[in-house]
């Protein structure tokens, strides 16, 4: 299994660039899109999951161009999207039948399929409960089913614990992990925590563009050495913001406790171990002042 993705780039009607100039390889295993909202990371779903076509560059699944040949992709291809309907008067049983036989499962293969999947995402004692009354988590269960209906060889996620609570997010996380082993996962997101605890490849997005695509432990190695805390008073506070990138702060009886991102530390400031959420932070402060520059 093999995603090459060549110097593709999206131009919407309105001349703003979705993508520009972006490549990548996509290995099995789950890979994390990690950047903040706008940053393209949707563009390149929709491009991945064939809804829409690039504006250039090229895209090949196992060496064939998925633009000219889409149905090879769509075959092997699963997606949750970030926005997941269901029809609310239909059970589990209902709604996936119908997906089943809309991607062309014959009613013998689609039964023994979604019994498999029901239980592999905790729906089998839910199975005849109208969707409309699902929780979100639940709803978002749903969907990774219908994703996995055609056992797909390439997984496709987006945004997908937005508005889960954390017991709903970690099951989440943990099923994903599970699904990873023998197909690619791609896993969008802007939430640092989501793709830290599963993705062993990060590729960080800004503005259209690949900032980095590393393993979690280099981009960790990469921030070595430039993560800080300092204690400064409330109105210091705003200063210091203006000056570095503050990753976190926390009130405390003797002053705010303060957790930067910086090349050159501030006057007292104690070294700490980063974490990826500041090597995120890191790479998004470098490509805008590059940018700006």
């Known amino acids: 299994m093999h995603l090459w993705i060549d110097r593709v780039g999206k131009r919407y009607k309105n001349g703003l660039w979705g993508l520009k100039n972006f490549s990548l390889e996509v290995q099995p295993g789950v890979l994390g899109l990690l950047g903040p909202n706008g940053a393209g990371k949707s563009t390149l779903m929709n491009i991945l999951s064939t809804i829409t076509k690039p504006t250039e560059g090229t895209i090949k699944w196992n060496g064939i161009d998925i633009v000219r040949a889409p149905d090879t992709l769509?075959?092997?291809?699963?997606?949750?999207?970030?926005?997941?309907?269901?029809?609310?008067?239909?059970?589990?049983?209902?709604?996936?039948?119908?997906?089943?036989?809309?991607?062309?499962?014959?009613?013998?293969?689609?039964?023994?399929?979604?019994?498999?999947?029901?239980?592999?995402?905790?729906?089998?004692?839910?199975?005849?409960?109208?969707?409309?009354?699902?929780?979100?988590?639940?709803?978002?269960?749903?969907?990774?089913?219908?994703?996995?209906?055609?056992?797909?060889?390439?997984?496709?996620?987006?945004?997908?614990?937005?508005?889960?609570?954390?017991?709903?997010?970690?099951?989440?996380?943990?099923?994903?992990?599970?699904?990873?082993?023998?197909?690619?996962?791609?896993?969008?997101?802007?939430?640092?925590?989501?793709?830290?605890?599963?993705?062993?490849?990060?590729?960080?997005?800004?503005?259209?563009?690949?900032?980095?695509?590393?393993?979690?432990?280099?981009?960790?190695?990469?921030?070595?050495?430039?993560?800080?805390?300092?204690?400064?008073?409330?109105?210091e506070l705003a200063g210091l913001k203006s000056a570095y990138r503050v990753t976190a702060t926390m009130q405390r009886t003797d002053g705010v406790h303060v957790r930067l991102v910086s090349d050159s530390p501030p006057p007292g400031a104690t070294p700490l171990p980063p974490t990826l959420e500041d090597a995120y932070l890191y790479l998004l402060s470098l490509h805008k002042k590059s940018n700006a520059a």
Not at 203 to 226: D, K, M, T, W
């Open 74 to 235: 769509r075959a092997v291809l699963g997606y949750l999207p970030q926005n997941f309907g269901v029809y609310p008067n239909l059970n589990a049983v209902e709604f996936l039948q119908y997906l089943a036989s809309v991607k062309g499962l014959d009613k013998q293969s689609a039964r023994k399929r979604i019994d498999e999947l029901l239980t592999v995402v905790n729906l089998t004692e839910a199975r005849i409960q109208p969707l409309g009354t699902f929780s979100g988590g639940m709803r978002q269960r749903v969907g990774i089913a219908q994703a996995l209906l055609n056992d797909p060889q390439i997984l496709i996620v987006d945004e997908p614990t937005a508005g889960l609570d954390p017991e709903e997010r970690i099951r989440f996380r943990n099923l994903l992990t599970d699904l990873s082993s023998k197909r690619i996962v791609i896993l969008s997101s802007h939430i640092v925590s989501d793709v830290e605890s599963v993705a062993i490849a990060i590729a960080v997005i800004s503005n259209g563009s690949l900032v980095r695509h590393a393993s979690p432990e280099q981009l960790l190695r990469e921030v070595e050495g430039n993560v800080w805390r300092c204690v400064v008073s409330s109105a």
